[in-house]
């Protein structure tokens, strides 16, 4: 099973992500969680990609993927369509587009992290809750319009991961 998370900045991703990696551990899926490749980046270079960074930070979150496929379940903190949705945002480049949606093409379920949390600050990965709901709303529409079926999840805390948890038994017709 190969689960994605997706959704604008501060919706919770890597926080759901390790929370159901910690959960199917425990029920006993062999299961490997993949980093957000941008904030391993960000904390070494001390600052935000460029606009000629982008596609070697899209390709570098791929590559951690593909190194990462071959367990049993994987959960992704983000995919290279994230990188696409910033890279249209910031930089107007749309390059990375339709690679990105091919390798989304690639995971089981896509959880889109619903953009109800509080919005907090957190040092230079965070823009504000206007660019949130524009790359939500992005989001959103790519997938809908390349035909990505997702999982919206919404709800703070045990609740957030409790319903990701019903998404994926969900997708997986009622069985974990």
């Not at 899209?58 to 890279?87: E, H, K, R």
């Not at 109800?116 to 600050?121: E, I, M, N, S, Y």
């Not at 390349?146 to 998404?167: E, F, Y």
Request: glycine residues 8%; charged residues 15%; neutral net charge.
């Amino acid at each position: 099973m190969k689960i994605a998370l997706l959704g604008a900045e501060c919706t919770g991703k890597t926080t759901l992500a390790q929370g159901l990696a910690q959960q199917l551990r425990q029920e006993g899926k062999p299961l490997t969680l993949v980093p957000e490749y941008l904030r391993q980046w960000c904390d070494v270079h001390g600052r935000t990609p460029r606009a000629q960074e982008q596609a070697s930070i899209a390709q570098a979150q791929g590559a951690l993927i593909a190194q990462a496929s071959a367990t049993d379940w994987l959960v992704c903190d983000t995919t290279p369509l994230m990188t696409a949705v910033y890279s249209h945002l910031y930089f107007s480049d749309d390059t990375l587009k339709a690679p990105a949606l091919r390798a989304q093409g690639q995971f089981d379920l896509t959880l889109l992290c619903a953009p109800d949390l509080p919005w907090q600050a957190d040092g230079i990965l965070r823009d504000g809750p206007a660019l949130q709901t524009r790359t939500d709303a992005l989001l959103r529409l790519w997938l809908h319009e390349h035909g990505l079926p997702n999982r919206v999840v919404t709800g703070q805390g045990p609740q957030r991961l409790a319903n990701a948890l019903a998404a994926i038994t969900a997708s997986m017709g009622g069985v974990t």
